[in-house]
């Protein structure tokens, strides 16, 4: 019963200290216009949301709707920058951009094509939402959405503004 009990322990200890300091990984995306984008390229001075989302996902727009209607304000405060990453099959990744047009969203849109980030990132279902420090490791992570969550998510932006700043 012990040894359970301990190797559950060091896999919940494990898990919780490899994903507040987690790096993510280097993976080849499309940009909206067709482009090759690499993840090594999602850098800010300030911090990063990377939100995995679908067209298809009523959750996921719900939530990308609520960051957009308050990105103008957030981003004056705390300079973040969001990469919302669609994980459309090839049915409907014809869709992601006419579809991110209609929104209006003010956020960087990409394609994942062949699911390769979201493999790497380990995200099963969507939404998933990463919040990543200046020095691009992940600091929290949230799955699921319900109204009132963009809040949480706001405070965690701010944290992570607030740590930066005291670092510089």
């Given at each position: ?10 896999l919940l ?9 987690a790096q ?145």
């Amino acid at each position: 019963m012990k040894k359970p009990f301990v190797l559950l322990t060091f896999l919940l200890v494990y898990g919780t200290i490899f994903s507040q300091t987690a790096q993510i990984p280097s993976v080849d995306l499309k940009t909206l216009t067709g482009d090759k984008f690499n993840t090594d390229s999602i850098k800010n001075n300030g911090p990063i949301v990377i939100s995995f989302w679908a067209t298809w996902c009523k959750p996921c727009i719900q939530e990308l709707n609520a960051v957009s209607e308050n990105f103008t304000d957030w981003n004056a405060e705390t300079g973040f920058k969001v990469f919302a990453i669609s994980i459309d099959d090839a049915k409907s990744m014809s869709r992601v951009a006419p579809f991110v047009s209609g929104k209006g969203w003010q956020f960087e849109v990409l394609l994942d094509e062949n699911s390769d980030f979201k493999r790497a990132m380990n995200v099963v279902n969507v939404p998933h939402t990463f919040v990543l420090d200046k020095t691009g490791k992940i600091v929290w992570q949230h799955t699921s959405y319900a109204p009132g969550d963009e809040d949480e998510l706001y405070e965690i932006i701010k944290k992570a503004f607030a740590e930066q700043s005291t670092e510089e």
